[in-house]
């Protein structure tokens, strides 16, 4: 679905992965480990300034970010322009002060493969 008819296991992957997390345990790096797969396999960048976050069960849903006002925060700490998450998060985003968000540009997807695709570049 994601990549058509591209054959995956043809390919060799080396993927740099960078937590920016205070314990940098990588935790809920599951959707951006399926960007760089799948942007590598089509042969399509991401887009610059864009953190992408979301973890991924094994099932391949979509798991709730435990806080997202901290994710947002980070990102800007970070001179993030893009800030890509679950739409889940967006109630509690609510909580993240004006200042911020004039700071950061925040978008949502709804599944895994709206986020991968909001995170390459056309």
Same mark, same amino acid.
């Given at each position: /679905? ?6 995956? !296991?043809?390919?060799?992957? *080396? ?8 314990? *940098? ?20 960048? *991401? !887009? ?6 979301? &973890? ?19 990102? %800007? ?7 890509? /998450? &679950? ?14 968000? *004039?700071?950061?540009? %925040?978008?949502?997807?709804?599944? &895994?493969?709206?986020? %991968? ?6």
């Amino acid at each position: /679905m994601l990549i058509g008819d591209r054959d995956s !296991r043809a390919h060799e992957y *080396t993927i740099q992965l960078r937590p920016f997390d205070a314990d *940098t345990s990588g935790a809920g790096l599951g959707l951006p480990v399926l960007v760089a797969c799948v942007g590598g396999l089509l042969e399509r960048s *991401t !887009r610059g300034g864009t953190i992408v976050v979301g &973890p991924l069960n094994l099932g391949g849903s979509i798991e709730t970010i435990p806080n997202p006002v901290a994710v947002a925060e980070l990102a %800007v700490d970070k001179q993030a322009a893009t800030l890509l /998450m &679950p739409v889940s998060a967006r109630r509690s985003l609510n909580d993240l002060p004006d200042d911020l968000w *004039t700071k950061i540009n %925040v978008e949502f997807y709804s599944d &895994p493969a709206d986020g %991968v695709f909001k995170a390459l570049l056309e």
